[in-house]
């Protein structure tokens, strides 16, 4: 019991982009009934995941975490989950196969319902409402019973959380999964080159997979797959309650995900997001953008990897792609410095937002492609193992992105446009996406 932690001590401490419930009895009642709800994902599990991001850091894997910048739940369902979970499963299959490198899957998903934004509230016509949080927290429709935050929500969060879950293990196990089936993961989504790409890697490894199969080799790793989950971890009514202490060890684990990531602007040394998450066991993400300083790293790792302890610490960086060769280097000098051996992840989306003309929140796949080449070049320099990709993506065929070998334009994002918060990759992007970062992966190890 010697691990035992305060999981509270974040309570004195500043907790920023936390919403303003209105009422606090009602918040209480639904904290008593998460905290009597089951646990998502299970230490073991988690344990297990950490181990993979072990291997990862230590350059003997590549991470690939896929999906919405904000999950709903009206698009929690059957079909779009599903052509979530393929569009990583098809990325996957194109960077193991260019790399020879095990790919570690995990979602974006159950659980990626709320959000920091830059201001509380939002205007619109004259009218004030607070700022659309999550689903988690507040409807994104602009009338006052929407956007009032409403404790329920993170009810339906948990529940929304169990059921995506639920179907993604189901596939995972229930022969979705199968390398036998990866021509089956292409079907259902519109001819283009990149999908004509994939059937030729898909064919190669058909012919694999029947060689291995006529000298015998039966192996569970071809017929089930691990699907790991993650999300930003900002909610404390949310966490906290869904946070459990293991009776036999006294190890505490954040039961809502496999991965907890810290938010770019929660990442204060002195806050609420960064204390909480130094008491559990989970792997964490840190995302780091341009103004972050080698003092911030230092110290982070102190804070949340004090052991240095293997597939603990991930960086994902974020930093933009006109910035990243600039601001990158030093990061990664102290990670060195520290000998910490963390995974350093490129998050090429988060730096690169733009708007356009016509009034959309966007990002160009040429800047995002830049950013990750970029992430690459200051990793060889560093001899450090460019170990993930961090990725917004839908398996739809979205118009929210530019460019692309559709060269989706402005005028294209009229189409299509269905995000609520940032723009994301659609299908082909993410595919074509996957066998550039695979040329790269190629390159790097050569
Ligand atoms: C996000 O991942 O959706 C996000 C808000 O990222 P960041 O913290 O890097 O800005
Ligand atoms: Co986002």
Same mark, same amino acid.
């Given at each position: 019991m %010697?691990?035992l932690?305060?999981l509270?001590?974040?309570?004195?401490?500043?907790?920023? +982009? +936390?919403?303003t419930? /209105?009422?606090q009895?009602h918040?209480?009642?639904v904290?008593q009934t998460?905290s009597a709800m /089951?646990?998502l994902?299970?230490?073991?599990e988690?344990?297990?995941f950490?181990?993979?991001?072990a291997?990862?850091a230590?350059?003997r894997a590549?991470?690939?975490q896929?999906?919405d910048?904000?999950e709903?739940f009206v698009?929690? $369902?059957?079909?779009?989950i599903?052509?979530?979970?393929k569009? #990583?499963?098809q990325?996957?299959?194109?960077?193991?196969y260019g790399? @020879?490198?095990?790919?570690?899957?995990?979602?974006?998903?159950?659980? +990626?319902?709320a959000k920091p934004r830059?201001?509380? &509230?939002e205007?619109?016509?004259g009218? $004030?409402?607070p700022?659309y949080?999550?689903d988690?927290?507040?409807?994104?429709?602009?009338n006052e019973?929407?956007?009032? =935050?409403n404790?329920d929500r993170?009810l339906?969060?948990?529940?929304?959380s169990?059921?995506t879950l639920?179907?993604i293990?189901?596939?995972?196990?229930g022969g979705?999964?199968?390398l036998?089936?990866v021509?089956?993961?292409?079907?259902?989504?519109m001819?283009?080159?990149?999908n004509?790409?994939y059937?030729n890697i898909?064919?190669?490894?058909d012919?694999a997979?029947k060689?291995m199969e006529a000298c015998g080799?039966?192996s569970?790793e071809?017929?089930t797959?691990d699907?790991?989950?993650g999300?930003?971890?900002?909610?404390?009514d949310?966490?906290?309650p869904l &946070?459990?202490?293991d009776?036999? $060890?006294?190890k @505490?684990?954040?039961?809502?995900g496999?991965?907890?990531?810290?938010g770019?602007?929660t990442? +204060?040394?002195?806050g609420?997001?960064?204390?909480?998450? %130094?008491?559990?066991e989970? /792997?964490?993400?840190?995302k780091?953008g /341009?103004?972050a300083t080698?003092?911030d790293?230092?110290?982070?790792?102190?804070?949340?990897d004090?052991?240095?302890?293997p597939?603990?610490?991930?960086?994902? %960086?974020r930093m933009?792609?006109?910035?990243?060769?600039?601001e990158?280097p030093r990061l990664?000098e102290?990670?060195?410095?520290?000998?910490?051996?963390?995974?350093?992840?490129?998050?090429p989306m988060?730096g690169n937002?733009i708007?356009?003309a016509n009034?959309?929140k @966007?990002?160009?796949?040429?800047d #995002?492609?830049?950013?990750v080449k970029?992430?690459?070049?200051v990793?060889?320099?560093l001899g450090v193992h460019?170990?993930g990709?961090h990725v917004?993506?839908?398996?739809?065929d979205?118009?929210?992105?530019?460019?692309?070998?559709?060269?989706i334009d402005?005028a294209?994002?009229?189409q299509r446009?269905?995000t609520?918060?940032? =723009?994301r990759?659609n299908?082909?992007? @993410?595919?074509?996406m996957a066998?550039?970062?695979?040329?790269?992966?190629?390159n790097?190890?050569?």
């Amino acid at each position: 019991m %010697s691990d035992l932690k305060d999981l509270d001590s974040f309570q004195k401490l500043e907790a920023l +982009q +936390q919403p303003t419930w /209105p009422d606090q009895d009602h918040l209480e009642r639904v904290k008593q009934t998460l905290s009597a709800m /089951p646990p998502l994902v299970f230490a073991g599990e988690v344990d297990y995941f950490k181990s993979k991001i072990a291997e990862a850091a230590a350059g003997r894997a590549f991470l690939l975490q896929g999906g919405d910048c904000a999950e709903t739940f009206v698009d929690a $369902t059957a079909d779009r989950i599903r052509n979530r979970v393929k569009t #990583v499963l098809q990325m996957a299959v194109v960077l193991m196969y260019g790399s @020879s490198l095990p790919v570690i899957k995990m979602g974006r998903m159950a659980g +990626q319902f709320a959000k920091p934004r830059s201001n509380d &509230t939002e205007t619109r016509e004259g009218i $004030t409402l607070p700022a659309y949080r999550g689903d988690a927290v507040n409807g994104f429709d602009f009338n006052e019973e929407s956007r009032v =935050p409403n404790p329920d929500r993170l009810l339906k969060a948990y529940n929304t959380s169990a059921s995506t879950l639920n179907l993604i293990r189901a596939f995972n196990s229930g022969g979705f999964a199968d390398l036998r089936a990866v021509h089956e993961w292409n079907k259902g989504f519109m001819d283009n080159p990149a999908n004509a790409a994939y059937e030729n890697i898909a064919a190669d490894i058909d012919r694999a997979m029947k060689f291995m199969e006529a000298c015998g080799v039966d192996s569970a790793e071809l017929r089930t797959t691990d699907f790991f989950v993650g999300h930003e971890g900002l909610l404390f009514d949310y966490e906290r309650p869904l &946070t459990r202490t293991d009776s036999r $060890t006294g190890k @505490s684990y954040v039961t809502s995900g496999h991965f907890i990531w810290i938010g770019e602007r929660t990442r +204060q040394l002195d806050g609420a997001h960064v204390e909480f998450l %130094s008491k559990v066991e989970n /792997p964490i993400g840190v995302k780091l953008g /341009p103004t972050a300083t080698k003092e911030d790293v230092f110290q982070l790792i102190e804070k949340l990897d004090p052991n240095r302890e293997p597939g603990k610490l991930t960086f994902i %960086s974020r930093m933009g792609a006109a910035k990243i060769r600039d601001e990158l280097p030093r990061l990664m000098e102290a990670t060195n410095e520290a000998e910490a051996l963390p995974l350093w992840v490129s998050d090429p989306m988060h730096g690169n937002g733009i708007t356009t003309a016509n009034g959309y929140k @966007s990002r160009r796949f040429d800047d #995002v492609m830049e950013e990750v080449k970029g992430f690459f070049e200051v990793c060889r320099a560093l001899g450090v193992h460019p170990g993930g990709l961090h990725v917004e993506l839908t398996g739809d065929d979205v118009t929210e992105c530019l460019g692309g070998s559709d060269d989706i334009d402005e005028a294209d994002l009229e189409q299509r446009y269905e995000t609520v918060v940032d =723009p994301r990759l659609n299908h082909k992007q @993410s595919l074509e996406m996957a066998f550039l970062v695979a040329e790269e992966l190629v390159n790097f190890r050569r």
